[in-house]
């Protein structure tokens, strides 16, 4: 079945630090990748997604690159802030048909704290 | 564009109750999705539909908990009786053919 793998948190940082988050996955087919955000105290946000190989999603200074040959979607950032304090859900989309048609698999999620 | 709504944001009960959580999606979405969270289980999904038909509920816990959805804006997730285990966050999510999931703010419930 699909299985998503993301790194192991809590991450802390100082602001202006690079951000990586790994993340690794288990599928058939050529599912969609995601990467949600959550702020304290609020529901998940889509950050960004990526539909098909070598795809690169960005959005609000992180990018994440889909790569079929490592079966990853690792989260960067160059440089980050305070204000990306917040929980990141690495997510796998099943979109190959079947019972599981729509369903999204879930990383466990890491909390990012980022210090001034 | 309104997002998905959710009601209420916050339910406090005591244990025995019934409690009912409401769920609004974005118009136009055809996946409806419910989900829990705690800190010991992490997220987790109950139970979803695809045209206000369940599609799979092997989420739901036990049969306390029922989840229905009469009309394409408008689903329901009922806890009786509820249990001091069920206190969590609740989630609701939509999506147009099983595209991006958005979430709703949640509904955070104690049950006492």
């Known amino acids: 079945g699909n299985s998503v793998t993301q790194m192991e948190g809590p991450v802390t940082l100082s602001e202006e630090a690079f951000l990586t988050i790994n993340c690794t996955y288990t599928?058939?087919?050529?599912?969609?990748l995601f990467w949600y955000v959550q702020y304290p105290g609020e529901g998940l946000q889509l950050l960004l997604k990526a539909t098909k190989a070598d795809d690169k999603g960005s959005n609000k200074g992180f990018e994440a690159t889909y790569r079929k040959e490592t079966t990853s979607f690792h989260l960067e950032k160059g440089s980050v802030q305070v204000s990306d304090s917040a929980v990141y859900f690495c997510a796998l989309g099943n979109n190959a048909g079947g019972t599981s048609y729509g369903k999204l698999t879930f990383g466990q999620g890491t909390i990012l704290t980022v210090h001034p | 564009d309104a997002g998905v709504i959710q009601s209420p944001r916050h339910e406090v009960t005591e244990m025995g109750q019934e409690v009912t959580l409401r769920c609004k999606p974005i118009s136009g979405h055809d996946y409806l999705f419910w989900y829990r969270q705690t800190m010991m289980r992490g997220l987790e999904l109950l139970i979803y539909?695809?045209?206000?038909?369940?599609?799979?509920d092997s989420g739901m816990p036990e049969d306390r908990f029922s989840a229905k959805m009469p009309n394409a804006s408008f689903s329901t997730l009922k806890i009786q009786p509820s249990e001091p285990r069920d206190s969590a966050v609740y989630f609701c999510?939509?999506?147009?053919?099983?595209?991006?999931?958005?979430f709703g703010p949640g509904t955070r419930l104690t049950v006492l």
């Open positions: 999510a939509s999506s147009f053919r099983g595209d991006t999931q958005y």
């Open positions: 539909f695809n045209n206000n038909v369940p599609i799979d």
């Open positions: 599928a058939t087919g050529y599912p969609s």
